[in-house]
């Protein structure tokens, strides 16, 4: 052999066995002729690529190079020259004058100097108890602030980026255009060429300078933004904290008892000045807001036009609809008084379109919604009523005045005293009048608001003026008082809006539609619930904003819905938990109105199969509800992935004690495609005969003649015999048998029963009913009328009429329905008695000799 085996490896040196291995991978034998020349070699050469290796690591560390910048081929200089200088020149339209950055730099001083303004008040009130009004301002302030900041943060941010994307085209191209000149000028291009390229160049740098300046404007007015946007919000935050931090002391005196008030007098003079500094710290504010949201006005405008048109429309249709529409009465008063009903729900939109307009904004839309307010709340209440809500109206004007005016700390106690005392009366006279004048439950429910909580808050500002605790007695008597002030325009607006509601979902195209036809009561119903829970909504947010306590209330909640329960490797927070079940709510409820939608109006429009537009609406609903619980899933963080341990478990749990869970489930899949039994069809289960009124992926459920409803497992219904009486066809056939006397016409008795069955409204014509001669009784002739009749609803009633109609035929044409005879046989001596009484009757002897006797019987 060539080959020659080595016995024992392992006391050889290393090197010796480094040789034989490399020897045995390359030639496959361990001492070959010529081994050690060739693994010599080998040797070599695994050392040269390892060195190669080690040498050039360095250098794969560092990367590929760049690529060197492409050049422009020497005949396209010219197009492309051509080509970038209209590219320069739509860049450059593009750096004209920007409106965006002209208009930010024009308001950020002013916009500036308001934050400064805001700091420094924050610093004043940050050592005492707040008043709601003032907090209101100084919350409505700092958010506005920090809103437009952000805006202006936004579009500075947009115009730097696009000038930074520009600057690094504009170097690249550059760049190219330099090596172009380079290569140009190296291969003796004509001195033309190479003058278009030094202006391209030029041109180059003169927009990249442009650029660059615009990039340094943008960054310049960001950074200044920013500045004043920080220091917004540090206003906020300290202002947020000062009122945390003090807000026990509301609850303690802040100044001496009415009876001292007069002592604090400081003069008119001081009264009007300080009312005319709150005047014109009120008019700089509507003149600023103005100036920054002017377009807010606009849309405001624009949307009590769209409003009224839509009103105006819908007071044309009301005319139109029917007399016994409940509807007509319930919108009557709204599309009496349309521009009235569109200033108020313009009002009720302020938080959407001017969600940060100042308070000041909201007086004067308040003042001019004041009429139409009146006027629509006399139209809705009863007369005895329109004394209490013109007097809460003129409440109003009143209040604001005193806000703004009086800052006299003497005169604004007595004021504060004098009003919480008036609005006391005006809350007792308006639950009494309330309950007498209505005299509903809802009535009954807003009179105990009154007394229970409108009440003694009232007099409790009342009893707190009068002592000295003027900050507690201004908090709940202003919470009162603008928690109504915002409830009536909502109040009026949810009928405005059950208005819009009524004449949408009777005009088209939504009248077009089987779902509004046949359940326009059913929509107004749940319409009118959802407006009614969104204006909820905004009462509350109002009535918080406008006691600035909207920022404390919402940090709560936040802080409550972010604390989070960690047991080991799970976590949950109540955001979680609320925001897993309003997804789970949201699907069911989605599904539901798929399922609405699909049975209403979109199956009815298609020509389907039977059992089809269920089975599509089952798999529609169990689709939605599986999207929806993944969605679920993924909104509280839960990793899909981690399902299969799930899956696993439940596939344990299938082949351990789920089998007939799983067998019925998959039979509800086979019923619903194969639809072998379909909603409506007559079952008949064993002795159970009934109606199938669900299919379920689980069970079914047939609601049997008697009433009962019956849940049978779907397996049940694809394993047993059922007998379905409908699923072909709805007919079904009817016997009526009679049997009549012997010596009866057989002819005679088949015509009266065809005769009655084609009289008879139920039975079909087709197929034909059919009289039977079955055959000789006992005691009768036998006969049989069979009929169809599609009317399931009605088979007992139908057969019962038909024998009711074929015993009146018999006995017309004096056809004898006999009773069923028996021949009874006497054993022994006939009794005397039988002899007399036959002898007596002059009949025929009781026997005939053999002691037997013939006598009718029934049954």
């Given at each position: ?128 108890p707040v008043p709601p009004d003032i907090a209101a301002d100084l919350t409505i302030k700092g958010q506005g602030l920090r809103a437009q ?353 009524a004449d949408g979902l009777r005009s088209w195209p939504l009248d077009l539609l089987h779902m509004v036809r046949r359940h326009r009561s ?338």
């Amino acid at each position: 052999m060539l080959c020659k085996k080595e016995s024992n490896w392992l006391p050889m040196p290393e090197a010796r066995r480094f040789d034989l291995a490399l020897s045995v991978a390359v030639t496959g034998c361990a001492d070959f002729p010529g081994t050690r020349a060739v693994t010599s070699a080998a040797r070599h050469v695994l050392l040269g690529i390892v060195a190669l290796l080690v040498g050039c690591g360095p250098l794969w560390a560092q990367g590929t190079p760049p690529p060197a910048p492409a050049t422009i081929p020497i005949p396209e200089i010219a197009e492309a020259s051509e080509r970038v200088a209209g590219e320069l020149r739509a860049l450059e339209k593009r750096l004209g004058p920007s409106e965006a950055l002209a208009t930010i730099a024009a308001k950020l001083p002013e916009a500036a100097r308001r934050a400064a303004e805001l700091q420094a008040a924050t610093g004043r009130v940050a050592t005492g108890p707040v008043p709601p009004d003032i907090a209101a301002d100084l919350t409505i302030k700092g958010q506005g602030l920090r809103a437009q900041f952000s805006d202006w943060q936004d579009t500075l941010t947009a115009e730097a980026t696009k000038r930074e994307k520009d600057m690094r085209a504009l170097a690249e191209t550059t760049q190219v255009w330099e090596v172009t000149a380079a290569q140009a000028r190296a291969a003796d291009a004509p001195a033309s060429l190479i003058a278009r390229i030094d202006e391209t160049l030029a041109r180059l740098r003169q927009v990249q300078g442009r650029v660059a300046s615009r990039r340094a404007e943008a960054l310049t007015l960001q950074e200044q933004v920013v500045r004043e946007r920080g220091r917004a919000q540090e206003s906020l935050d300290a202002f947020a904290q000062a009122r945390q931090s003090t807000a026990w002391r509301t609850f303690l005196p802040d100044s001496p008892p009415i009876w001292n008030a007069v002592s604090r007098w400081q003069g008119w003079r001081d009264v009007v000045a300080r009312a005319g500094e709150n005047l014109q710290d009120n008019r700089r504010q509507l003149d600023a807001y103005l100036a920054d949201y002017g377009a807010d006005l606009l849309q405001h405008v624009l949307f009590f036009v769209c409003a009224l048109a839509v009103l105006v429309h819908g007071r044309v249709r009301s005319r139109q609809w029917s007399v016994q529409d409940p509807a007509r009465e319930r919108v009557r008063v709204i599309y009496a008084r349309p521009v009235s009903a569109a200033i108020v729900a313009s009002l009720a939109m302020v938080w959407w379109i001017q969600p940060h307009a100042p308070r000041v904004v909201l007086i004067v839309l308040a003042f001019v919604a004041l009429v139409p307010i009146v006027r629509i709340a006399n139209g809705l209440t009863p007369r005895a009523l329109h004394p209490v809500i013109v007097a809460i109206a003129l409440f109003f004007p009143v209040e604001r005045f005193r806000e703004a005016v009086i800052r006299d700390p003497g005169i604004e106690q007595i004021a504060l005293l004098l009003a919480s005392i008036a609005f006391t009366a005006i809350a007792i006279v308006a639950a009494r009048r309330v309950e007498e004048a209505l005299a509903t439950p809802k009535a009954h429910r807003l009179a105990v608001v009154i007394r229970m909580i409108a009440l003694p808050l009232l007099a409790a500002a009342v009893v707190g003026s009068a002592l000295g605790f003027t900050q507690l007695a201004q908090a709940m008597y202003s919470g009162v008082v603008r928690s109504v002030g915002v409830a009536m325009p909502l109040w009026e607006s949810y009928w405005v809006a059950d208005a819009v509601m009524a004449d949408g979902l009777r005009s088209w195209p939504l009248d077009l539609l089987h779902m509004v036809r046949r359940h326009r009561s059913l929509l107004e119903r749940r319409g009118e619930v959802v407006v009614r829970w969104v204006l909820v909504g905004m009462w509350l947010w109002f009535t918080l904003r406008m006691l600035g306590l909207d920022g404390m209330v919402s940090s709560m909640v936040q802080n409550a819905f972010t604390a989070t329960l960690a047991y080991r490797e799970f976590r949950v927070s109540l955001a979680d938990v609320v925001a897993l079940a309003v997804a789970i709510w949201s699907t069911f409820a989605l599904s539901r109105f798929v399922r609405f939608v699909l049975d209403e109006d979109v199956f009815p429009r298609l020509q389907l199969e039977v059992g089809l537009p269920n089975a599509l609406s089952v798999l529609v609903n169990y689709l939605i509800l599986l999207v929806g619980f993944l969605v679920a899933l993924a909104m509280v963080g839960i990793d899909l992935t981690r399902l299969t341990i799930l899956a696993g478990a439940i596939g344990i749990g299938i082949g351990f004690g789920l089998q007939n869970v799983i067998n019925n489930f998959v039979s509800g899949f086979i019923l619903l495609f194969e639809r072998p039994i379909r909603i409506g069809d007559r079952l008949q289960l064993d002795n159970i005969t009934g109606e199938i009124r669900r299919i379920g992926l689980r069970s079914s459920t047939m609601r049997t003649w008697e009433g009962a409803e019956l849940i049978i497992p779907n397996a049940q219904l694809t394993s047993s015999i059922v007998t379905n009486w409908t699923l072909s066809d709805r007919q079904r056939r009817i016997d009526v048998p009679v049997g009549v006397a012997y010596g009866t016409p057989p002819r005679q008795v088949l015509d009266l029963l065809l005769k009655v069955a084609g009289q008879h409204v139920m039975v079909l014509a087709n197929p034909e009913p059919v009289a039977l001669f079955l055959g000789f009784g006992d005691s009768s002739l036998n006969f049989e009328l069979r009929v169809f009749t599609d009317q399931l609803e009605r088979l007992l009633q139908t057969r019962s009429e038909l024998n009711l109609a074929v015993h009146e035929a018999l006995a017309g044409a004096g056809i004898t329905i006999p009773f069923p005879q028996r021949d009874v046989h006497l054993s022994g001596a006939v009794p005397a008695a039988c002899r007399a009484s036959v002898s007596e009757a002059g009949e025929a002897p009781c026997g005939d000799g053999t002691g037997s006797t013939k006598s009718p019987t029934k049954g």
